[in-house]
């Protein structure tokens, strides 16, 4: 991480670790999407074809 984005960038990643928005963001966001583009890299999303719904709480 750091000889790609620098120390600095490193730093701030860590400082966001204790963010509880962040955690949730990436718990409901950024983890589905991975795993629907790794279980099906060839396929749309269940997300992008309207299909997934995130709640808000």
């Known amino acids: 991480m750091i000889s790609e984005h620098g120390e600095v960038k490193y730093h701030e990643m860590l400082e966001r670790l204790d963010d509880p928005d962040k955690i949730t963001y990436t718990q409901r ?29």
């Open 29 to 57: 966001t950024l983890i589905p999407n991975f795993l629907d583009m790794a279980v099906s890299p060839t396929q749309p999303s269940p997300k992008s074809r309207g299909l997934l719904e995130v709640k808000e709480e």
